[in-house]
């Protein structure tokens, strides 16, 4: 995190960032904007900001920047022979990014504004779990996915085109 503050504080000089595009190779002029990422493997701390810097989980990002499609199924699960059996009644598919490819405001907004976190995280809903100890009582309050107030997020996002709209 401090690596993050230190290297968008130097970067803040052109002069400075500049030089590093030159040193680099890169024929690029001053970013209007640095925009810092905290990226991990795994998914405990996708949505959390530290120090202002997201965090996001590798396989979303990575996601988000090759394909924008944000992609769920519909599930059902039967018990056959005393055996939970899941079956796929249908895949989803959800654009993300605004226009046909990926472009740096969106990248931007997806990391600064918390695209995918505000959708799942505005889909919890509180409530409190008491358990009785004796004469006294132990109350903890707790969040919970509406998994339908997810959904209806996602499905309110545009639909991924199909092959033959793409070679419109």
């Not at 595009?21 to 795994?42: F, H």
């Not at 600064?112 to 919890?124: E, P, S, T």
Request: proline share 5%.
């Amino acid at each position: 995190m401090r690596q993050l503050d230190n290297i968008k504080s130097l970067l803040s000089d052109p002069n400075l960032e500049k030089e590093l595009y030159r040193r680099l190779g890169w024929s690029c002029g001053p970013a209007k904007e640095i925009v810092t990422c905290i990226v991990s493997a795994n998914g405990m701390f996708s949505g959390l900001r530290l120090n202002g810097h997201p965090v996001r989980r590798m396989a979303e990002l990575s996601n988000v920047i090759r394909t924008g499609v944000l992609r769920t199924m519909r599930a059902s699960v039967n018990v056959e022979d005393g055996q939970p059996i899941t079956r796929t009644d249908e895949v989803i598919e959800r654009r993300l990014w605004t226009t046909p490819v990926l472009t740096p405001e969106f990248l931007s907004d997806y990391l600064q504004k918390d695209l995918l976190a505000h959708m799942l995280f505005d889909g919890m809903f509180e409530y409190e779990e008491t358990f009785s100890l004796g004469e006294g009582r132990l109350t903890f309050v707790t969040y919970a996915l509406d998994a339908e107030a997810v959904a209806d997020a996602i499905d309110a996002l545009p639909s991924f085109p199909s092959a033959d709209e793409n070679q419109k």
